[in-house]
């Protein structure tokens, strides 16, 4: 029998509302018995096995709860596809990595074809390996003034364009000097391209997860080295006239990617801002950031970090004259840039993956063929390593990531010396000395690889940072190239196990760089890590995370 208690009046479309919303939902409960009409021709809605009616308070806190729903849903997806597109962003920004990656994997193949296609001498193969990571420089010195004027985006557009024309020469070149101007030209486009990756992708970043995102441009080199190594096994079967041609060809496939690119991502908030395009800088954080009031911080720490608070940039000293007499803090991220990035060259990374079949056949193999498949697994291995520093570098930070990174290279540079020097010829060596090229490429992707390029995008000023960044990017360029075209001359004079005894002790000398001259990043603006530099115990790496010390209160 019912019995109609007190109920609530509907009309008809609130009542229609009502349902849709909780059918939507699936929130409506079985025990749903009917909706009838009372003495006024309104509806009343009975709900639950009690048969009793809801009250309109309780139908009023549920439409509130179902609106803060859908808003909180909304939200989770604009996140989500905001994280989708600064993602897609960082990725077609490092594309012209590849054509370096591609560039190093691939010489340590083509290098003993053209050798015999050419009849090149050993100090022209020293010149032609080593020659592009010189040249490079240039356009790393051009790159950071030129982003300055063109932009971002354009400068990686034009990196593109001037490799596909050195790529082009170099593939079609009948004799070593036409090989050499298309090599020059190739380097100068990567110059570029090195330099400008990880500045973009810093400055489009948001913070929380800025360290992973930048070192995005080194896995796509170790990925560029990987498909380097491939393409050396895979075209070494073809005629000595034209399997390096082949080779050399493929690295232009990259680069094709970036002219869709540039129909895809924005151009850096941080250079809109000092070209006084303001709202357009806006427009881009919005796009990149997941509320509101996170871009209306983030904006106002920009202007006033490029010096255009109020509409009106303030009197600077010309950017060059300020690195050249630098102030002293100035001077800290000068050292800390420039530093570490001699160190992630000078520890002999390039000798290691340009010269591997060399390093493999002193080792004891013999056979081209595997010789080439020896440095594919260097190449996994690199590629591997990686992706975990990019999973890791938001979460643990940027120097216990070093400190693993260049203790670990020490050990495996010093084991591998000692093994070339000291066994004899046999199974065990070829297997220590591959185990150590490639622990040796593990240790350097988990930290000095990626984080050498991470903290150059991240610690300079605003106004400074393009072109102390490419200031940085020279210094690595300049000690890359000075590595290759002398590890072969080098390991004649004091054999290729002298050599590495001196690249391991020089990677000892940069666990103490990382400990003296390396703050903490990890979870700052790029605005708040400019503060770091202006204490010098902060930038010796004495602060205490705020994360540590609530872990610290916390177990106390």
Known sequence: MYISPPFVRFGENQLACLRGKKEKQGTVAMGLVGVHENGNGEMALALG????????????????????????????????????????????????????????????????????????????????????????????LAGGRTSDIIGRKWTMAFAA???????????????????????????????????????????????????????????????????????????????VNTNWRVMLAVGILPSVFIGFALFIIPESPRWLVMRNRVEEARSVLLKTLENEKEVDDRLAEIVAAAGMSNGEKNEKKAVWRELLTPSPPIRRMLITGFGIQCFQQITGIDATVYYSPEIFKEAGIKNNSKLLAATVSVGVTKTAFILIATFLVDRVGRKPLLYVSTIGMTVCLLTLSLTLGLLGQGQLRIALSILCVCGNVAFFSVGMGPICWILTSEIFPLRLRAQASALGAVGNRVCSGLVAMSFLSLSHTITIAGTFFLFALLSALSVLFAYKCVPETKGKSLEQIEMLFGNLNEWQGSEVEMGDSEHLVQKA
């Not at 083509?110 to 390996?129: G, H, M, N, P, S």
């Not at 070593?176 to 030209?185: A, E, S």
């Open 49 to 140: 096995n009690k048969n009793k009616y809801k009250r309109m308070d309780s139908e009023l806190s549920d439409d509130f709860d179902d609106e803060a729903l859908n808003l909180h849903l909304q939200q989770l997806e604009r996140n989500k596809s905001i994280r989708k597109y600064v993602l897609a962003c960082a990725i077609f920004a490092s594309l012209n990595n590849v054509l370096l990656g591609y560039d190093v994997g691939v010489m340590s193949g083509a290098i003993i074809f053209i050798q015999e296609d050419l009849k090149i001498t050993e100090v022209q193969e020293e010149v032609l390996v080593g020659i592009l990571s010189i040249i490079s420089l240039l356009g790393s």
């Open 161 to 239: 364009v001037v490799f596909q024309i050195g790529a082009a020469i170099m593939t079609l070149a009948p004799s070593f000097q036409i090989l050499m101007i298309g090599r020059i030209l190739a380097g100068v486009g990567i110059g570029f391209g090195v330099m400008i990756a990880p500045v973009y992708i810093a400055e489009i970043s948001p913070t929380v997860n800025r360290g992973s995102l930048t070192s995005f441009p080194e896995i796509f080199i170790n990925l560029g080295i990987l498909l380097g190594y491939v393409s050396n096994y895979a075209f070494s079967g073809l005629s």
